[in-house]
């Protein structure tokens, strides 16, 4: 071979991907920690890029996000209770606030001060004197928008890459929204690629979402700026299940995949201008082999008003479909999962044509752990073709 003409793929690294240390540029970018809905009155306990967090909301009613650790003796936060938008720890009960900085030590009285020991003597022992004095327990940046609490993990906000994602279709006139919140046992490459694959909905999702007909498929692969965009060339798509309803008058779909660095994908099935549904699914990697994936459901039916009222009368019916079509891609992470790590030779793939997209979402992650220098992947726009 010659390895000019074919240069190597970068290999994808679940290990290094999930960890806050070694994910490079990966880390630089939002990552939901939870719905607004989630983040009450009780301290949440999350994990991104193996990083233990507790969430929380402050005085202003502002989420927090502070590291998952005491300063006293290191219990973990998240499993004491929050009061006056301060957290409190369940050992000792020192008290924090949305910043970290330690407000309360009640072993210190009312004077919340040490009293028989001089300062010397403090100095001596090694001992802190006050709060004030105790230092802060680390936190990170929040951002809240579109139902959902994103953080920021990087060392400098200001230089996050990208602004949140934004959930489609969510201030639309006409759509209606609704989220669902899955843990799959597989790491953050592997998922998007499955999200945005059509080739396994013939086998993984047959009768629930599309069934075989042994028919080309002709697509576009567009890769730029950190983007993935696929664009399908099949206007008749017969989808199953919930497909129909969408469009019972058999109008023309246009179907395109959109991945966004690093963890984004966004799914688009339209017919004309008043009917179809988006699905964007949003990857937070807990570790290698772990994430949470916050998906927005949005769909419009190709009716006006009384459309509308129908949509939502049947959301409960539209989460149970969603619920058994995911739930079908978390076992079939578990089996890709159990594959590779029972094999114990790594992660290895072969591709064909009809994996181009994954390759150009590879090549785009591999770029990130790898620091991100430079301007990243050339653009790139091909025509491939793959059957179903």
């Not at 300062?119 to 990170?140: M, N, Q, T, W, Y």
């Not at 994103?150 to 602004?163: K, N, P, S, W």
């Not at 609704?178 to 799959?184: A, E, G, L, S």
């Not at 099935?269 to 994430?291: D, F, H, M």
Request: proline letters at 7%.
């Amino acid at each position: 071979m010659d390895d000019a003409k074919h240069p190597p793929r970068r290999a994808v690294d679940l290990e290094a991907e999930a960890d806050l240390a070694r994910c490079g540029a990966l880390k630089d970018f939002w990552y939901v920690g939870c719905l607004s809905s989630e983040l009450q009155g009780k301290p949440l306990s999350r994990t991104i890029l193996g990083t233990p967090l507790v969430l929380f909301r402050d005085a202003q009613g502002r989420p927090a996000a502070l590291l998952d650790r005491c300063l006293h003796r290191n219990a973990r936060l998240s499993a004491g209770d929050c009061f006056d938008g301060k957290i409190g720890c369940p050992y000792h009960g020192w008290v924090y606030d949305g910043s970290g900085a330690c407000t309360e030590i009640p072993s210190l009285g009312p004077a919340q001060q040490g009293r028989l020991l001089d300062a010397a003597g403090h100095a001596k022992a090694g001992l802190e004197a006050c709060p004030g004095d105790v230092g802060r327990v680390p936190s990170f940046a929040t951002r809240e928008q579109d139902g959902l609490v994103f953080v920021y993990l990087g060392t400098d906000v200001t230089q996050a890459r990208r602004e949140p994602f934004r959930v489609p279709k969510v201030e639309e006139p006409g759509w209606t929204v609704y989220f669902m919140v899955t843990r799959f046992p597989n790491g953050v490459t592997n998922l998007v690629e499955n999200f945005m694959d059509v080739p396994h909905t013939v086998f993984v999702h047959r009768g629930w979402f599309r069934n075989r007909k042994v028919r080309p498929v002709p697509a576009t692969v567009a890769r730029r700026d950190g983007e993935v965009l696929v664009t399908y060339e099949q206007q008749q798509d017969e989808l199953t299940g919930a497909g129909f309803l969408m469009n019972p008058t058999g109008e023309p779909m246009v179907h395109t995949d959109h991945f966004f660095m690093p963890n984004v994908t966004r799914v688009d099935y339209l017919w004309g201008a008043r009917s179809g549904y988006v699905i964007s699914s949003q990857v937070t990697p807990i570790g290698p082999l772990e994430s949470l994936v916050y998906t927005s459901i949005s769909y419009r039916l190709p009716w006006d008003v009384p459309g509308h009222l129908v949509a939502r009368g049947l959301k409960r019916a539209m989460k149970w479909y969603t619920t058994q079509v995911i739930g079908q891609d978390v076992d079939i992470m578990r089996v890709q999962n159990e594959g590779f790590t029972r094999a114990k030779r790594g992660l290895e793939f072969t591709s064909t044509e009809a994996d181009l997209l994954h390759a150009d979402i590879e090549e785009v992650r591999g770029w990130l752990r790898e620091g991100g220098s430079g301007d990243g992947p050339e653009p790139a726009n091909r025509r491939i073709e793959f059957w179903i």
